[in-house]
């Protein structure tokens, strides 16, 4: 074999191990990244079971991956996400309220109605003759409605207390003791290094409401 031909060889085995190790590493990275993945929403059920041990946690199975990816999309923890829930209905996925709120994230049906657009339709709640809760009560689509309501929220509050505040008393709202427990929550919750809890700010955006107004 010529010289040529060896350099060759050589050149085209060390570019095979090249690209094979490059290709095993993103492997190992891949699986590694599911390992971690799966071990954050067996914490977050673990978390859910332990505050409501009556929570029916087979309804719940997507419920922590949704929850992640949705803090994510409003650019906060999803540790005060998961306290949010904990504060408005304790983790009781039928909890219903006395102005009507359902669910997880006690969540207006009419309030979730302004987000199908975006979201999709929903099974409305009967709560009269034979009681049916419909979607809300399911803890996937509660918290799908509730966070696209908080997110249009955030589009248009400063900071995530007057965020909050409106989201449990309304545009008007002035209930800051709310703020005071899901922060109380979050701290609590913060503890828990395998929730894995990091803090961002919100971004900005062109909030639904806002639109509705001007129309």
């Known amino acids: 074999m010529s010289r040529h031909s060896k350099a060759l060889a050589l050149l085209t085995l060390a570019c095979a191990v090249l690209f094979g190790g490059v290709s095993l590493t993103r492997q190992v990275i891949a699986v590694a990244g599911a390992a971690d993945a799966e071990r954050l929403n067996r914490a977050i059920l673990d978390y859910v079971a332990e505050k409501n041990p009556r929570a029916p ?59 199908e657009p975006q979201l999709g339709r929903f099974k409305r709640p009967v709560l009269r003759g034979h009681r049916d809760l419909g979607d809300l009560a399911n803890p996937q689509v509660n918290t799908r409605f509730a966070m696209a309501y908080l997110r249009d929220i955030l ?41 894995r809890c990091r803090f961002r700010e919100a971004p900005r955006r062109e909030p639904v409401l806002a639109m509705l107004v001007g129309v």
Not at 63 to 69: A, C, D, G, N, Y
Not at 186 to 195: F, G, H, K, T
């Open 155 to 195: 589009a248009r509050k400063r900071n995530i207390k007057d965020a909050l505040t409106e989201y449990n008393g309304g545009p008007a709202g002035r209930r800051s003791h709310y703020y005071r427990m899901v922060m109380g929550a979050y701290v609590e919750i913060l503890e828990r290094a395998e929730l």
């Open 57 to 115: 946690i087979g309804a719940f199975r997507q419920f922590p991956e949704l929850l992640v990816t949705e803090a994510q999309r409003a650019n906060l923890d999803h540790c005060l996400v998961l306290a949010q829930a904990e504060v408005e209905s304790d983790f009781r996925h039928d909890a219903v309220g006395s102005a009507g709120e359902i669910g997880l994230f006690q969540i207006l049906p009419s309030t979730a109605a302004l987000f």
